[in-house]
């Protein structure tokens, strides 16, 4: 027990306490959940500091790759995951180290090199936010970076099974075969000696992973009856009509409520169609790539055409503010409006328009669910969809196109590929 009652000073402490409880909550989890690892010897050895950079697929990712571990882990985390008081009590505890999403942050890497100097171990997922379609994302180069300057040996933990378990559009957790598979990628010495060419290479080779690819082999079986719910987060555009955000889905179903094109996944989450007609794609990682394609060209095509009519919007979606506690402050009811040069913010109970100009609007990403976050002239705004299954997803993807046609490449997100 001493483990976890020692306290020092540290630039990142930790709560004694908050990690024991994380200890016992995990412990009861991987087991209730069957969740199983696979460690080599010279991980279970390897003793602190080391870098842990895995694969990023749900919420749980950080605590399970965390709990299996021999040696504790601060995981650098969003600071959107910080904005609950609850829950930023309890990262605090676990020594998180936030950072601001989609913004080059200087601090984080001071952070990350002070956690390190205390002999600590750093959790990183390099691809800088959670899959969508359970494929790895593009890599920022940078990590190269990092990982030569900090000079420690770095374990790649893959997790396999967790988008089908724990995907990051669904509200629940679905039981199903979870495996956390560790490798020691480089020694210190490794690290010395390797370029950043080198570094970046066989990491991006090493944490690929591709979970409709393993699935197609493992045919594991997904014990839910709510397989589809909530996949309008990922899934947006319609094949059939190329309707935007005209989806609904409940149990294992979903629909387009434009035309009707209708799916059944089935218990190895496989799309099948529930009625007579095309299938497009059978899987949700194709459809994915396919929309993604899909919506560049469309947004490309009204600033070509200098559209000057409403790209697409959210209506009667709830807004907040952050205020200087961090915490998010309900203003208003509001129609959210993408236009090829600005997006209003139209508050329909104040009569009122808040009106963002891109150059000024310095990030705009997805979070938990229907979330949209948006950091403004330095401020933080979170807008909520009116009802569950609003993709945010649509708005990130979109703003990147503008941006990279306004030459503002240095604000494009770094796993989105935008020609």
């Not at 069957?34 to 003793?47: A, R, S």
């Not at 129609?335 to 705009?364: A, G, H, P, R, Y």
């Not at 969809?385 to 941006?403: H, M, R, T, Y």
Request: a positive charge; glycine letters at 4%.
């Amino acid at each position: 027990m001493s483990y976890y009652f020692k306290m020092k000073q540290k630039h990142y402490p930790t709560s004694p306490i908050i990690r024991f409880i994380t200890h016992i909550v995990f412990t009861l989890f991987t087991r209730y959940f069957g969740i199983k690892k696979k460690m080599p010897d010279e991980v279970k050895k390897l003793k602190a500091p080391y870098l842990v950079l895995g694969n990023h697929v749900g919420y749980w990712d950080p605590f399970i790759t965390g709990f299996f571990l021999p040696e504790f882990t601060h995981f650098v985390s969003s600071d959107a995951a910080f904005r609950k008081p609850i829950i930023r009590f309890f990262l605090n505890g676990l020594g998180t180290i936030p950072k601001k999403k989609s913004i080059r942050d200087t601090k984080v890497i001071r952070d990350i090199i002070s956690v390190i100097k205390q002999g600590e171990n750093v959790g990183i997922f390099a691809e800088a936010t959670r899959t969508w379609a359970g494929s790895t994302q593009p890599i920022d180069p940078s990590i190269a970076k990092l990982i030569k300057m900090l000079q420690v040996p770095v374990v790649v933990p893959i997790l396999k099974g967790m988008n089908l378990f724990n995907p990051r559009w669904a509200y629940k957790i679905r039981r199903t075969k979870v495996e956390v598979e560790y490798k020691l990628l480089f020694t210190k010495d490794a690290v010395k000696n390797l370029s950043e060419e080198e570094i970046y290479k066989n990491f991006t080779n090493t944490l690929q992973y591709d979970e409709v690819e393993n699935q197609s082999k493992e045919m594991n079986i997904i014990r839910s009856q709510k397989r589809a719910e909530y996949i309008n987060h990922a899934l947006y555009f319609c094949p059939e009509c190329n309707s935007i955000d005209s989806f609904s889905a409940k149990g294992n179903d979903f629909y387009c409520r434009s035309c009707g094109y209708d799916i059944h996944i089935n218990k190895y989450g496989f799309f099948e169609r529930k009625s007579f007609g095309k299938l497009y794609f059978n899987n949700i990682r194709d459809w994915f790539n396919w929309e993604e394609k899909k919506l560049i060209e469309f947004v490309s095509e009204k600033l070509i055409g200098n559209y000057k009519d409403v790209i697409f919007e959210d209506t009667a979606s709830n807004v907040y503010k952050e205020n200087e506690l961090g915490d998010m402050i309900f203003i208003g009811i509001a129609d959210i409006k993408l236009f090829i040069s600005k997006i209003e913010i139209d508050f329909k109970n104040k009569k009122d328009v808040f009106t963002l100009n891109f150059n000024d609007l310095q990030t705009i990403n997805p979070q938990v669910n229907e979330r949209l976050e948006i950091y403004y002239k330095n401020t933080a705004y979170r807008i909520i969809g009116n009802q569950p299954g609003v993709s945010a997803l649509k708005w990130e993807l979109a703003l990147n196109v503008i941006w990279k046609s306004l030459g503002q490449d240095y604000k494009l997100s770094s796993y989105m590929t935008i020609q």
